[in-house]
């Protein structure tokens, strides 16, 4: 031993050897693999679940204190230590090299001369060994402390916090449960109070039902009386030469022209009062009276005319476009007589163009909001206006300036439409109803109430009555404008109508939906004709050709889609970089103007 010690003390200090612990521990304790699972506090768990979940949180992943060997294992030292290496371990770890120097030095001269007897050295006792574990243990252990306490610190933070948040949490359970009983009172009176208006509205739908009978009954009457004005009428033509006729003319003081035909008017006068079918509401001195139905359209001639001809969907190609506002076009106009074109505008303003040469003739200013569409006076020298800001305009164009704004609509306005008279223009809004106004009173004389969404389009059937309703509801609907009653209600589309126009003739209507569907209805048989599909993109308004045969679709897709009524054939006209919003056919179809998003109207010219 001794000679083993001699051998290794002169190359340096002695070190101990690595002692390698065996895999059968003797201490008998079982690890278990102890996996990180988040946990999370839900409204059900009490207060004693929510901090065993902490612990368990705080134990697995916040705080996880030094694995310390614990005090019950059996203090042992497999490899004892003999003195003088316990000796020089001891000066080299206090940092005593001097000491250390003077120890060898001395040592190894003795053991050299032979003095020291190594046999007499014995190894150090097993306490201080065990000293210096328990030490170690004890640090250890105070360091667990520290963890623990701070685990503790902030675990009762927590638990205030969460005591806190359940307070809070049952607070709000009470007031909503407060909220749900008072709302649930609150139900049961309005549905109490609902129950009180039964009698009521079955009154009133009986008298609904009467009224619709009688009306039934004067539509019948009335046209029995027209039918008989029809037949005296041709009676005096017949006999205009007879003296009778001639004395009976000549003390109505009328001298009509030699082959000329009569009209209604000058054999039967209309008497007001005497229409029953005439609104009871209140009358007002300047108001103005609706024109009788039996009016005959004095266009008949040149529409048939130009029915002979056939127009091709494929002829159609661009012949010039002009820049017409800085902001998206919303609608176009034609007026009644010349190739003028009105243009509604979002940037406020409306403008009027003369075609096709796209020279700008006058700009209107006035409204504060943007413009949705535009309406000509049938005897062109005025236009009507809607707008977002809720309000009708009508422009003069010899004074150039806005002389009247009709007020009535609590949402923005879409459409508008002059009677053929041109005494009344009709109006529809997005707060799902249509108005039309007098303009002689300057009053709103009826407004049509049916439609449960957003109205998007009204026109009159020219020389007539009829007013046309288009609605986000999907329906479409024909009105009385003398009484303000719904006549006929369309059902056929499945989204929201956003056009709807008559053809030339009035026997027929075209309308498109937000989806690209385009319907022809039959006005005669109150039926649908057919279907065309053009989507799926919206499309945003359809015209009629003036010979009926071709129907302009504005559309999403940047295109106008060109119908053939006949044939239901789909063509499409490509130019414009953005949605088109509006179309419209010149007098004698030829030209075709479109104008959308782009602020762009382009001229479509018709080359055979």
């Not at 909220?179 to 609902?194: G, Q």
């Not at 009035?506 to 039926?527: L, Q």
């Not at 129907?551 to 063509?571: M, Y």
Request: hydrophobic content about 35%; aromatic content about 8%.
């Amino acid at each position: 031993m001794a000679a083993i010690y001699d051998t290794e003390s002169v190359d340096g200090p002695y070190y101990l050897e690595k002692v390698s612990i065996p895999e059968d521990s003797e201490d008998g304790f079982e690890y278990e693999e102890i996996s990180v699972e988040e946990e999370s506090v839900t409204e059900e768990e009490d207060l004693d679940s929510a901090a065993e979940i902490l612990r368990n949180r705080t134990n697995d992943s916040e705080f996880v204190p030094e694995q310390i060997p614990s005090s019950s294992k059996k203090l042992r030292s497999p490899i004892h230590e003999v003195v003088d290496d316990f000796f020089r371990n001891f000066l080299m770890k206090m940092g005593m090299n001097k000491t250390l120097d003077c120890f060898q030095t001395e040592w190894f001269e003795m053991l050299q001369k032979g003095t020291l007897k190594t046999n007499q050295v014995g190894f150090v006792p097993d306490i201080y060994t065990h000293n210096q574990l328990l030490d170690s243990e004890l640090k250890n252990i105070q360091k667990e402390r520290d963890s623990y306490k701070q685990a503790a610190f902030q675990a009762g933070e927590t638990i205030v916090k969460l005591q806190k948040e359940r307070d809070f949490h049952w607070l709000q359970h009470k007031r909503v449960v407060q909220e749900k009983n008072r709302l649930i009172e609150d139900i049961r009176r309005l549905k109490e109070h609902y129950e009180s208006y039964g009698p009521a509205l079955k009154q009133l739908n009986e008298k609904y039902q009467t009224a619709l009978r009688q009306k039934m009954l004067v539509s019948i009457e009335r046209d029995r009386v027209s039918s008989q004005v029809h037949n005296l009428d041709s009676a005096l033509c017949n006999s205009h030469s007879s003296p009778g006729t001639r004395r009976l003319l000549k003390d109505s003081g009328h001298s009509p022209e030699l082959g000329t035909k009569p009209s209604v008017d000058e054999v039967v006068t209309y008497d007001p009062a005497k229409d029953p079918t005439k609104s009871t509401t209140t009358k007002h001195s300047k108001d103005s009276e609706f024109p009788v139905s039996t009016r005959i359209n004095p266009f008949l001639p040149q529409i048939k005319a130009l029915s002979v001809q056939s127009t091709k969907i494929s002829g159609f190609s661009v012949t010039n476009f002009i820049k017409a506002h800085t902001m998206a076009v919303s609608y176009l106009a034609l007026h009644p007589r010349k190739l003028l074109v009105a243009s509604a505008s979002d940037d406020h303003l409306w403008r009027l163009w003369k075609m096709p040469e796209g020279e700008m003739v006058m700009t209107g200013e006035g409204h504060t909001d943007w413009l949705s569409s535009c309406s000509f006076h049938p005897r062109g020298h005025c236009l009507a206006t809607t707008s977002g800001d809720t309000t009708v305009r009508i422009w003069d164009f010899a004074k150039s300036c806005c002389v009247l704004t009709l007020e009535g609509h609590t949402h923005a306005t879409w459409g508008c439409s002059f009677h053929s008279c041109g005494d009344f223009v009709a109006s529809c809004s997005m707060d799902n109803t249509a108005k039309v106004w007098d303009l002689n009173s300057e009053r709103c004389r009826y407004t049509l109430r049916g439609h449960v969404d957003s109205v998007n389009s009204v026109s009159f059937l020219p020389f007539s009555n009829i007013l046309l309703t288009c609605s986000a509801d999907k329906t479409i609907s024909l009105w009385d404008a003398r009484t303000g009653l719904c006549a006929q209600t369309f059902y056929g589309h499945r989204h929201s109508c956003n056009s709807a126009t008559f053809n030339a003739l009035g026997d027929m209507i075209a309308s498109c939906d937000s989806y690209g569907t385009v319907k022809f209805w039959d006005v005669r048989n109150i039926s649908a004709m057919m279907t065309v599909d053009t989507g799926p993109h919206p499309s945003n308004q359809v015209a009629f050709s003036p010979n009926g045969q071709v129907l302009a679709v504005a559309s999403n897709d940047h295109e106008v889609k060109l119908v053939e009524v006949a044939s239901s054939h789909v063509s499409s006209l490509l130019g414009h970089n953005d949605t088109v919003q509006g179309v419209i056919f010149d007098h004698k179809g030829k030209y075709i103007l479109s104008a959308g998003y782009d602020g762009e109207i382009f001229i479509w010219s018709y080359l055979k």
